[in-house]
Every structure is written in C-alpha cells, then in structure tokens.
C-alpha cells in the first residue's frame, strides 16, 4: 500500500499579511532564492530549466482558456448580456525597455523617475487611456484589474485595482518589483509562453499589459491556495469564485 504523505495546513492571520507585505508580493523564485529548509524540499534547477518552466505557467498561455470558461458562465447567468473580455495592450521591446528603466528607478524613490515621466507620457498612456471611455449607458467608467504575463502590479505604489484611470496603472507598473523583475526577465530571456522563437530572439522580447474587467464577486476573501512541493508540477491555485475560472 503507497505511503501517504501527510499533510500541515497552517493558518496565517490576514493582520499579518497587512504588516507584512513585502513577504507575501513575491513571485517565481529561484531555488538559490528560498529559504534553506525549502531548498530541502526541492530540486535544484538550472538556469535554462527554470525560465522554460516560466513559460507554461504565463497568463498570455491560458487566458484563452479562462476567458471561455468566463463566456460559459455568463451565458448562463444572462445570456442577453454580452461578455466584456477587457483590453491587451502590446508593448513593444522598445516600450519594454522603457518600463523597464522607469521601474528600475520607480522601485527606489516610489514614484515613476521625473526624467522618464514625458517618455512614458507620450509612448505608454496613449495606450492605456482609450480603455478608459464611458461605457454607452452607464453613469460612471470602466474598472480593470491589470496584470502582465507572469504577475500583476499589486506590489507598486499607489491605487491596486479596480482600477479607473490610466496613470494610477503606469505609476503602479513603474513602482513593481514584479513588473521589474518580469521586464527583465523577458528582456535578458525572452521568457513568453506564446512565442517558441523568442528565447532565442530577443528582439521578439514584447509583453501584454492585460486589462480585465473588474468583478466584485471576486474578493480575496475567498481566495483559496494550494503550494504543492517538492515535485515543482503544481506551484500555486488560486480559486476565488465557485462560479467561474480566472
């Protein structure tokens, strides 16, 4: 009869989250990033390995997927009404760049770099403000959570979502050690799950800012997570509604 491996489900108080940022923000570590009595518990990959595992867990590969799920659940709840799957926004390796030196200066002062603000101001928020138009019908603007391929800006400063205007989403992409660490990967890398060539060609190095249409049914109140090591197939679920995927 197999061994079942027991399991330790240990409660972490939400007070200490609130206290604690900075320790629960993080996101696809390194083996030489955690902790010793983790490394225990996993393989040691190399380098080559880890990014190639980053590309079939990015949101760009299984947001097809998800938005279907989404369109199914709708038509059942109110099939008349149709389904707002929100906006992508393509960045382009030069605009990656861009991002990728305001965050790397945001990171340190909390703020996008005076010295970046009228690049950003004239090559990204143009891209970002069309999605901001009143709907036809309704009193007030669209709302959005925003998230690129590997992670969301809940890190940056400022607002963190629902967000209603464009620049509260530029300053938070430009303040995320997320977004910064993603930028970099994909620019040094060429990490995108959709793309086999972009490993190898750097100039293919683009990134989607995905913004999807707020919904207050999801709440992270019942978010659910499941970690599952040492056998690295299954690192996080996150289900926060029982109606729907994503």
């Not at 200490?16 to 490394?39: F, G, M, R, S």
């Not at 996008?112 to 101001?121: A, Q, T």
């Not at 464009?166 to 970099?184: D, G, Y």
């Not at 190095?205 to 999801?218: F, G, Q, S, T, V």
Request: glycine share 6%; net charge negative.
């Amino acid at each position: 009869m197999a061994q079942i491996t027991p399991i330790t489900v240990r409660v972490v108080n939400r007070s200490w989250i609130k206290e604690n940022p900075d320790n629960v923000n993080t996101n696809n570590h390194k083996y030489c990033e955690i902790p010793a009595q983790l490394q225990a518990m996993e393989q040691a990959l190399d380098q080559s390995e880890y990014y190639r595992r980053l590309t079939e867990t990015g949101y760009d590969l299984w947001k097809p997927i998800l938005q279907r799920m989404q369109r199914e659940a709708k038509e059942m709840q109110e099939p008349t009404s149709p389904c707002n799957e929100g906006y992508e926004i393509i960045l382009t390796p030069s605009l990656c760049r861009l991002l990728k030196s305001a965050a790397d200066g945001g990171l340190l002062m909390g703020r996008i770099p005076r010295s970046l603000e009228e690049d950003l101001e004239e090559q990204v928020l143009p891209l970002l403000a069309p999605c901001f138009g009143r709907q036809s019908g309704s009193s007030s603007g669209p709302k959005y959570f925003v998230r690129l391929n590997s992670c969301s800006p809940k890190d940056g400063t400022g607002e963190h979502s629902p967000f209603e205007e464009a620049w509260p989403i530029l300053l938070s992409l430009c303040t995320s050690e997320r977004v910064q660490k993603a930028l970099r990967d994909l620019l040094e890398h060429g990490i995108r799950g959709d793309n086999e060539n972009s490993r190898n060609l750097k100039l293919d190095a683009y990134e989607i800012p995905h913004l999807n249409p707020w919904r207050d049914e999801i709440s992270t109140l019942n978010e659910f997570r499941i970690f599952v090591p040492p056998n690295g197939k299954v690192r996080a679920i996150s289900q926060y509604s029982i109606r729907s995927g994503g």
